[in-house]
């Protein structure tokens, strides 16, 4: 028997990412993803939904993903699905399904844009003008 477990996603965070440490020093980041979808009905009229998903990414993935990134901003991620169950304080059984990230990349625009809208004082890409035209990037300023 094959088994296949992959996720693409491509949405907005809901929320700024919540970054904690397990015992052994790991970074860990929690956010949550808004992917929307848009279709026509029948009947021409145009419709749109929401999904939203809590992801999970540990490592240096995990302090990227802290550091560079805040609620609205949009976000492409690569993972697998995984499915936690825990016993709540009332004693009733508790699931739930999570994407653990396992690589991202992002993508341009600013918080609550879509792909492409950039926040008021960037770029096209995203970057803080800032920066002067004379300036040059450093390996430092790269975060992957």
């Keep these: 028997m094959a088994n296949f477990n992959k996720v693409l996603l491509m949405g907005n965070l809901t929320r700024d ?9 790991t970074a860990v ?34 302090e990227n993903i802290n550091k560079y990134l805040s609620k609205g901003r949009p976000l492409f991620v690569e993972g697998r699905l995984t499915f936690d169950s825990w016993t709540a304080q009332d004693g009733t059984k508790r699931s739930k399904h999570r994407v653990t990230v396992e690589s991202f990349q992002f993508l341009p625009g600013g918080p609550g844009g879509r792909v492409g809208q950039t926040e008021e004082g960037a770029d096209a890409q995203g970057v803080p003008a800032e920066r002067g035209p004379d300036e040059q990037t450093s390996a430092d300023d790269i975060p992957f």
């Design 17 to 25: 990412p919540q970054l904690s440490y397990l015992p052994s020093q």
């Design 29 to 62: 980041v929690d956010f949550g993803l808004a992917v929307n979808r848009r279709w026509k009905s029948r009947e021409g009229e145009n419709r749109e939904e929401t999904c939203f998903i809590d992801c999970r990414a540990f490592g240096r993935t995990a």
